[in-house]
């Protein structure tokens, strides 16, 4: 059946290029599905937005922002407000897993394996290590990895890190798991496959902005050849936490595994983060998962059209 379809893409957050190619792809594939779709850059007027959501008289949103104001609920709230079925997560678990502290507590309440850490200010950084280095600085409230920084044992940067801190008034610290980023998607109900994730050439040692959108950043190798138990506790916790968090549709968790013991036996498996919308680019994960399960990009995005829904 053909839809009026809007496309919300690109806005106001560090994520702006990612999802403007996101949403270009989106697009371009709904429209060979014979859709009518009217793309949609959101700017910092408000009233601009709800006024072409207005004209446009949209059937479904999908809603291709990714970070700030576009994942975090409060896009979605707008959308609710005008009674406009969207892709993805409503305002509570958009908002939730946004945030990576109220996250944190959505996961352990769940008793689901997190790192150590703790929240705190950018001043108390400055003079001392917080945990035993080697540990990881988080923004509290972005994605793509946009301001991680690892903290290692005899490192001068701690300082700089701190007095340079642009995200906010709190940052999380967590301990440094090594070993190996995994990524598991989930579709409503089902949990895709694992993919094992590993930074090209000799760049960064965890999966930043460049690997994850870069072409050749990174190497992805699914079904991820690790321990068959940590295989499927993997995609067991994706799916767990899509559920904890109140998840529609699609989300995909990141994680981190220390299989520095060996592979003949599982290691520990932590979970990093759920991302309520996936990256939807050509180097993006979730899409490549659901093609190595069968669903091609274009029947992806379909189906994210068909569990559009509203809270209203």
Known sequence: MKRRICVLMGGLSAERDVSLDSGRNVADALRGLGHDVHAIDPTADLLALVRDLHESQPDVVFNALHGRFGEDGSIQGILDWMGIPYTHSG?????????????RAVFAAASLPIATGLCLPPAELEPADPLPAPYVVKPLNEGSSVGVEIIRAGSNRRAEIARGWTFGPRMLVEEYIPGRELTVGVLHDRALTVTDITPAGSGPTFYDYQAKYAAGGSCHE??????????AQARELALAAHRALGCRGASRTDFRYDDTAGTDRPGRLVILETNTQPGMTPTSLLPEQAAACGMDYATLCQWMID??????
Do not use: G
Request: charge should be positive.
């Open 91 to 103: 305002v509570r678990a958009s908002a939730t897993a946004m945030d990576k502290a109220a996250a």
């Open 307 to 312: 569990q559009a829904t509203c809270r209203t």
């Open 222 to 231: 699914l079904p991820a050849r690790i321990h068959p138990a940590t295989f």
